[in-house]
């Protein structure tokens, strides 16, 4: 053995101490877990219509004709409404002085109408989302697009959903 002046750790003192780490991890995460009030108003998941829905989100901000820029890819007939493939892509620059700030999915008829949100900043590069959303009935699907000057831009399509395929 070498002269070296190393202090010991008893058993004892090493649970001791990993006993106090581990009630203070419990302790963070009893606090961090914890339920919080609901102070603030919901932006998603809210069953309401989707004209109180659109008014929450966008006030009295016009809603402008998108069909030149964006593109609403889904089907005219979902045949299982649980799973409907939706593709927005919107044709804007994705430079940091004017860029596509949201891409908002919208089912008119559903319980809970605002069905997805992505947020995108200018690194995104490009302008699209894909994803699979569920429809309870045949509906109006709306793609509202957000840009950087606060501008709404909007394109819908009627998508109507059958059970097994089978028309309705």
Do not use: W
């Not at 700030?101 to 949100?117: H, L």
């Amino acid at each position: 053995m070498s002269n070296h002046d190393y202090e010991t750790i008893t058993r004892r003192t090493l649970l001791g101490t990993l006993g106090v780490l581990g009630a203070a991890a419990v302790a963070g995460v009893a606090a961090v877990g914890a339920p919080r009030p609901a102070t603030a108003q919901q932006q998603f998941g809210q069953q309401e219509n989707v004209q109180d829905a659109l008014k929450r989100l966008f006030g009295t901000r016009p809603i402008k004709d998108g069909g030149a820029l964006v593109k609403l890819d889904i089907p005219l007939i979902a045949e299982n409404g649980a799973v409907v493939p939706v593709n927005v892509e919107v044709q804007s620059p994705m430079t940091p002085q004017s860029y596509v700030k949201g891409i908002y999915v919208i089912a008119d008829k559903n319980r809970i109408p605002v069905v997805t949100y992505v947020a995108l900043t200018p690194e995104a590069g490009q302008a699209f989302v894909g994803e699979n959303i569920r429809l309870g009935e045949t509906t109006d699907v709306r793609a509202i697009v957000e840009q950087s000057d606060g501008t709404l831009l909007a394109v819908k399509r009627e998508v109507k959903v059958t059970v097994g395929g089978c028309g309705g």
